[in-house]
């Protein structure tokens, strides 16, 4: 325990006081010609330390979940990577190759056990022994495993790694998993395809600053970000309420930025922070520059297609064929069916039926009711 | 002799794997593995040709966008689509501002640790830093103040004792050759560029939605254009496009660039290393009258063989004797034998791995290797990519490339050969981004001056509509991906994918060697390439960093 | 059968009041569901010169369907109590074939409605054994449709009744999954409505016991021997 003591500890034990310890920070603020902007950076730095340690790791993926954390504009990501945690392995970022990139994840493990956060971009390869996805000669789920064991908490990046994303598609031909399927802890599911930059980096300051995990659903996502859907908070919603639709693209109400559901929006069944803290630093959304919600965040968007259609193709019947094909099919049989049986039934019961009207005629008079 | 592997390649896109034969501390044979696959073109079959955009785009989300782009255009190939002149000018915008982030980020964040020694940053001097930087920029931020405070940054975290990223790196390697002053000016970019590539990627947002990922659309671009409405593309939108243009454009000429020069000058040894094969491939793209007119590309279409600039050969995509696949390397099968070559039109992905079993220390290498497919051009191996594009436009007798291409080599007083390395693929890189931004500024102005006239429309519908399509159809769509040439093929039948098969950059460059031994770039590339001390690959990242790997684009 | 020609009849009061107001309720927001719904799921186009703020059709349309919900499912729950509560024609086992004579008659209403032999033998004068099973079939629909339907609603709402079903959407595999099984499934009341309509007045034609109006006034008719 010794050796990890912070500075805030130290002088604690040094019988300093907070005041102090503050003084101390703005000190040392000022030395680093940080100026009085940087202040609040370097108090967190010194007092948290050690910053919390985190292994990244890649499987099948696309490296788009890395690029969106990037793109985080508050906080940035300079400061993420410096200040706020050590991003112990990441092969997108570190220095180190090889052995040497190996060994920095098992000091990481070893040192920090029970300590670190993983951080795990990309689905799991379980068929054939894990053979489509191998790093150092160690299958993905091995390495899964090994890094699972000890973390503190675990968050799935993208829906890579919460559902499945694209190689899970189908025929899903690698057998490629989300994590939550293969380990038995819990596990912080953050999707979409990416996910967006800020909402990464704040689900990872959620656990440090708050120094807990974020409330999460039964779907394991943050409800911080994941309650709602796009829907919901859509600025075009009034289009939608009011009827107002792009019947094709670029007509005259794609124009006037009219509600794009019937050109496929999947706004309304997708549950996603985009309407609200949208992209790139709030620049936009796909809605908003004209195309509808693919669902990226959704369990088998990818198999919720076609995308440019309200309803999904009918499974086993082709790309055209809806729910509203087969079930007019059904229908239009269905009157045919009772049609031509109202014309047998009249030919064939027609003697019976004039039986039945014959022998009907009440002898005299009428029927008396006869009540049970 | 010893046998390296390094595994993981870090600081690239993917699971890349080198295995590598040293001799007297230079590498005399190498072996580039791909190690993960996901299988797209078994999951595009059967899906509608409208939405291969989306999943070819999530090939990669670091060249995001460019797969989108060849996708579109294959099925408009396919169907005879072309599109309006402001859905040409807005993909231009979008495919510029990848090339200009994606090699941005490459230099400061991927590649330039390998030759940027991070903790001799700490000795450096701040005025003499100062003094440098603002010898070669007029970027403001060059203050000794400025410089002393990112020092002070990087003592502070090397003094947590938490490394972090740069944990383990080969800092202190011999290789390594920039003075202190040079180290911290590269630290200080370093962050600087990291928070600038955020803003660049905007243009996709307001183009396409969001990055990385931003959306496509077949026949045009999603986005329409009103100047009469908020709901659309209209004056602040452009206002914006335009400042960001403008922010690019400083950026790269003002820090890229001169950095790249000066790192180059105290490297020009490895204008020797890591040429490699002798040929090279670019499809060409920028389109300024369709994509169907490649004579109006910016950047030209060809094919150069045995380093022989004085002659361009015509690549045709659609020759089934052109282009073609093997695998007699890789994990996979062909129905009429392993060695048979396929055109991408009748390309099979069916996975057959014959590896060893993992946890695993060697391959196989006699036999299959990799996830990677083997692709050829006329049964020679190629190589694509921004050197490749370079030279062709060179040769091409391009304006544009030979002044920036002939101001570059006097300032580092080298020969024109010198391009044929591992520096010279690695300064190709920043000397299109130049060319690139200013196109872009083009680009803009062409986009403005066409909405001007009164010509807003962004998407052609006469063959939205799967019912006006033919039973069959097939077609081709190429781009100039940053990493080199992309093309995708599709086969359409029944409204359905039938065949989708993508032949990447990174698959070209990184693919093992074919039945006829013939290294591809990377392998070839390596040879020769010298190694100071086999537990430190530092070299070996270099040469391997100078094509910018992508492997997930590779395997896809 | 031999004496079909003494032929009087009587009246039996086979649907209560409450079984008849489930029917019709039950029959309207039914039919209001799937008008509703099909716009919902088809929107046609009206565009006018309008604003959004001037205009709220879809709105509406959907608020419809959303009462029309909750009606539909108070009215259900009704049913399901008069089916332990109500006269022997109402209650829960006729619609589920547990007897040996049920069985029978299923094969017998068959041949008839299919084969279209003539009657024989008596047939139950309620709801035939049949109609009972498909009516269980139906119920088990509604059901879905309910949970379905209060599936997708519990994410526009914070009542407690459509919170009740929110674990459904994780279960189908989400929303989409939810909206298009829930969509799907108003094919089946159409092919229903059908059908079932045909038959009632099929087999008022064949029975002759005043199917029809059964389900209004509540009495059949049936020969008095
Ligand atoms: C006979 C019964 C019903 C039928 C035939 C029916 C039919 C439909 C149809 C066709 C849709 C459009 C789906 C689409 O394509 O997007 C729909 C939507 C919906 N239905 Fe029903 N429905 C029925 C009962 C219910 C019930 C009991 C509820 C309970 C609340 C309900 C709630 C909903 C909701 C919430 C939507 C989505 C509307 C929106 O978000 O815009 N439905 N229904
Ligand atoms: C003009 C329209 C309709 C007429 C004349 C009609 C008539 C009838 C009659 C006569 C019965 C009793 C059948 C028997 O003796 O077995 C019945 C039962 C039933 N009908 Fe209809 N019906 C109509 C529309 C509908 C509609 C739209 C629905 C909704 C889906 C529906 C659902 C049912 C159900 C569930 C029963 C079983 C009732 C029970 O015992 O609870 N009907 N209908
Ligand atoms: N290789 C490759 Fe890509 C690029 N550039 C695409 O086509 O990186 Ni992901
Ligand atoms: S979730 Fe999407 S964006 Fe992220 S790695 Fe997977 S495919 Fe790429
Ligand atoms: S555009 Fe999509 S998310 Fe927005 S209101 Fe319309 S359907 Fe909903
Ligand atoms: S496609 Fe994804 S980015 Fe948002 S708007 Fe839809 S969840
Ligand atoms: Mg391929």
Request: glycine share 8%; proline share 5%.
């Amino acid at each position: 325990m010794a050796e990890n003591l912070t500075i805030w500890q130290t002088m604690q034990a040094k019988g300093h006081s907070r005041r102090e310890f503050l003084k101390f920070c703005s000190f040392a603020a000022a030395l680093a010609g940080i100026g009085s902007a940087g202040f609040p950076r370097v108090l967190r730095a010194f007092e948290k330390e050690p910053r919390p340690p985190v292994i990244w790791l890649h499987f099948q993926e696309c490296t788009c979940c890395s690029e969106s954390f990037i793109r985080s504009s508050h906080p940035i990501v300079a400061d993420v990577v410096f200040d706020y945690l050590s991003l112990d392995y990441t092969e997108t970022l570190q220095a180190a190759a090889g052995f040497q990139a190996e060994q920095c994840m098992e000091d990481t493990m070893k040192k920090f056990a029970g300590k670190y956060i993983l951080l795990v971009e990309g689905s799991i390869p379980l068929e054939d022994d894990g053979i489509y996805c191998t790093i150092a000669g160690k299958s993905a789920v091995d390495i899964l495993r090994e890094t699972a064991k000890n973390a503190a908490a675990v968050i799935a990046w993208g829906s890579c790694a919460s559902n499945g994303c694209i190689q899970g598609a189908a025929p899903n031909p690698t057998g490629a998993t989300p994590v939550h399927d293969i380990l038995s802890q819990p596990v912080i599911n953050v999707p979409g395809c990416p996910p967006i930059a800020e909402v990464m980096t704040a689900v990872v300051t959620h656990i440090l600053v708050f120094g807990k995990i974020p409330e999460l659903d039964s779907q394991g996502r943050p409800r911080e970000f994941y309650s709602r859907r796009v829907h919901d908070t859509c600025y075009r919603r009034p289009t939608y309420d009011a009827g107002l639709f792009v019947e094709s693209w670029d007509d005259e109400n794609a124009r006037k930025g009219y509600c794009l559901y019937k050109m496929g929006c999947r706004g309304p069944v997708t549950y996603n922070a985009c309407a609200v803290t949208r992209w790139n630093e709030g620049t936009s959304y796909p809605i908003q520059s004209g195309h509808g919600c693919l669902g990226c965040s959704e369990n088998g968007f990818w198999d919720n297609g076609p995308f440019y259609r309200h309803l999904a193709s009918f499974p086993g019947f082709g790309i055209e064929t809806t729910a509203d094909t087969i079930g007019t099919v059904v229908g239009v049989a269905a009157a045919v069916g009772v049609t031509a049986h109202a014309i047998t039934t009249n030919i064939r019961k027609r003697k019976l039926i004039a039986e039945e009207i014959q022998n009907s005629v009440p002898e005299s008079g009428d029927v008396e009711g006869g009540e049970e | 002799m010893a046998r390296i592997v390094v595994d993981p390649i870090t600081r690239i896109e993917g699971h890349l794997r080198i295995e590598a034969t040293v001799e007297n501390g230079v590498i005399t044979d190498a072996y580039s593995s791909g190690t993960m696959v996901r299988g797209f073109e078994k999951i595009l079959k059967g899906r509608d040709p409208r939405d291969a955009w989306a999943f070819t785009e999530r090939a990669c989300g670091v060249c995001t966008t460019v797969h989108a782009l060849a996708s579109v255009r294959t099925v408009e190939d396919a169907l005879g689509i072309s599109v309006p002149k402001n859905a040409e000018l807005i993909r231009n915008l979008m495919f510029c501002t990848q090339y200009v982030q994606d090699h941005v980020v490459h230099f400061y964040h991927l590649h330039a640790l390998d030759w940027v020694d991070v903790v001799s940053a700490l000795k450096a001097d701040p005025n003499e830093t100062s003094t440098i930087a603002k010898a070669i920029s007029a970027w403001p931020k060059s203050s000794p103040a400025y410089f002393a405070a990112v020092q002070q940054r990087v003592k502070t975290f090397v003094e947590s004792g938490q490394l972090g990223i740069f944990a383990n790196g080969y800092w202190g390697h011999p290789a390594y050759k920039l003075p202190p002053a040079v180290n911290l000016l590269g630290v200080a970019h370093y962050l600087e560029a990291l928070e600038w590539q955020k803003e660049i990627v905007k243009i996709h947002a307001i183009f396409g939605g969001k990055n990385p990922h931003p959306n496509y659309l077949v026949g045009g671009v999603p986005c329409s254009i009103n100047l009469e409405e908020v709901n659309a593309i209209n004056s602040e939108r452009l206002n914006f496009v335009g400042s960001l243009i403008k922010g690019a454009i400083d950026m790269v000429e003002q820090v890229y660039l001169p950095d790249l020069l000066a790192v180059a000058g105290f490297y020009k040894d490895w204008a020797a290393v890591g040429g490699g094969l002798k040929n090279y491939l670019a499809y060409g793209d920028l389109p300024t009258r369709g994509y169907n007119q490649p004579d109006s590309f910016k950047f030209p279409r060809g094919a150069i063989l045995d380093r022989n600039l004085d002659e361009i050969h015509e690549v045709n995509p659609r020759d089934s004797e052109e282009i073609k696949e093997y695998i007699s390397h890789s994990w996979y099968k062909y129905s009429d034998g392993d060695d048979a070559g396929k055109h991408p039109w009748d390309g099979e992905t069916e996975f057959n791995y014959t590896g060893p079993k993992p946890p695993y220390a060697h391959l196989n290498v006699d036999g299959k290797y990799s996830w990677l497919k083997t692709p050829r051009w006329k049964e020679h191996p190629m190589e694509v990519g921004p050197l490749a594009r370079i030279l062709v436009a060179y040769a091409s007798g391009n304006d544009d490339v030979k002044e920036v291409v002939g101001e570059a080599l006097a300032k580092l007083d080298v020969p024109v050969t010198a391009v044929f390395s591992t520096l010279g693929r690695t300064a190709a890189r920043g000397l299109e981004t130049r060319l690139v931004v200013r196109w872009m500024k083009e680009f803009y102005d062409d986009l403005i001056a066409n909405i001007k006239a009164g010509d807003t429309r962004t998407f052609n519908d006469e063959k939205w509509d799967p019912n006006t399509w033919p039973a069959t159809a097939e077609g081709v769509g190429m781009s100039e991906a940053p990493r080199g040439a992309l093309a995708h093929w599709i086969r359409i039948k029944d409204k359905q994918i039938d065949n989708y098969q993508l032949v990447v950059p990174s698959t070209w460059n990184a693919s093992p060697r074919d039945g006829m031994g013939q290294r591809s770039a990377y392998e070839e590339a390596l040879i020769g390439t010298p190694v100071a001390n086999v537990d430190q690959p530092l070299e070996i990242l270099r040469t391997i960093h100078s094509f910018d790997p992508c492997i997930a684009c590779a395997v896809h | 059968m031999q004496n079909t020609t003494t032929s009087s009849y009587q009246r039996v009061y086979v649907w209560e009041f409450p079984v008849r107001l489930y029917h019709w309720v039950n029959a309207i927001t039914v039919t209001i569901l799937i008008v509703t719904g099909y716009v919902i799921g088809n929107p046609t186009t009206i565009t006018y010169g309008n604003e959004a703020y001037q205009q709220y059709w879809f709105g509406t349309v959907r608020f419809l369907h959303f009462v029309s919900a909750f009606i539909f499912f108070f009215n259900f729950l009704v049913r399901i109590y008069w089916g332990f509560v109500g006269n022997k024609f109402a209650k829960w086992h006729n619609f589920i074939p547990l007897k040996k004579d049920q069985w029978r008659e299923m094969v017998e209403i068959l041949k008839v409605d299919i084969l279209q032999t003539k009657m024989r033998g008596r047939i139950s004068l309620g709801h035939n054994a049949l109609a009972g099973l498909i009516y269980f079939l139906t119920f088990i629909v509604f059901l879905f449709q309910c949970i379905t339907g209060f599936a997708m609603y519990s994410s526009m709402s914070s009542s407690p009744l459509p919170q009740l079903f929110n674990w459904v959407v994780p279960l189908m595999g989400g929303d989409f999954a939810v909206r298009q099984w829930h969509h799907m499934f108003m094919w089946f009341f159409i092919v229903f409505i059908i059908i079932h309509v045909y038959l009632v007045f099929y087999h008022d034609y064949v029975e002759g016991r005043g199917t029809t109006s059964s389900m209004v006034g509540g009495w059949k008719f049936t020969r008095k021997d």
